[in-house]
């Protein structure tokens, strides 16, 4: 089985399970997939498999998407990223078509996005600091960072910036994974998976889900 599928999120909804709990959960389209690619360790160096998501009509595709496609006689695709797979992996086929039933025994997952993005953001709002004090002479600088110490360092000497120093700057839009999610359920006719927990991005995002490796599941 290929450790991973593409999706993309829909939003967020509550389900009750079959004793009774609530619990909230993110609905994923995950799938169909199409394995575009087999890299090799004798061709490529490492093994792994290159997938796609969501296929994309042939005039707003570029000519290396279309003649990639056409290797496996396929359509373009708007996503591709590539997992890892082990050397003798001989079941993972270019062609091949992954769905949400490959994740039909797994309990955990791992999945990959990129995060909502806030723009320019100040050091309360990216740094949780408490912000100068509400009274006392404070005037307009109630979110200031306060002082970066001398010549902006925290050493106190040196002529440049500390390299890490919390300040405001650009916020979101970077790729995160959260990890040991649990499947709640998943809709094989509508190609849903139901995570459990919020996921990195938007909804209308797309996702990298991948079979948990740290996750201790309990047997028996």
Known sequence: MLPGILGKKVGMTQVYDESGRLH???VVQ???????QVRTAECDG???AQ????????????????????RWNGKPVKIVREIPIADD????????????????????????????????????KR?????????????RRHRSPGSISGH?????????????????????????TTRNHKIIAIDKENNLM???????GAAGAYLLIRKSKTARVKKG
């Open 46 to 48: 490492y093994s792994a």
């Open 152 to 176: 902006a360092t925290n050493l106190g000497t040196g002529p440049k910036l500390r390299k890490g120093k919390r300040m405001a700057g650009h916020m979101g839009a970077v790729s995160r």
């Open 89 to 124: 992996a001989e079941d993972v086929q270019a062609g091949q078509t992954i769905t949400v039933e490959a994740f039909e025994e797994v309990q955990y997952v791992d999945v990959t996005g990129t995060t909502k993005g806030k723009g320019f953001a100040g050091v309360m």
């Open 24 to 26: 909230p959960v993110t």
């Open 51 to 70: 997938i796609g998501f969501d296929e994309v009509k042939t005039h707003r595709a570029s000519k290396p998407q279309i003649g990639h496609a056409a």
């Open 194 to 200: 139901l995570i459990k927990g919020a996921l990195p």
């Open 127 to 139: 740094h949780n600091f408490k912000g100068m004090p509400a009274s006392h002479g404070t005037k």
């Open 30 to 36: 995950a799938g169909p997939c199409s394995v575009l």
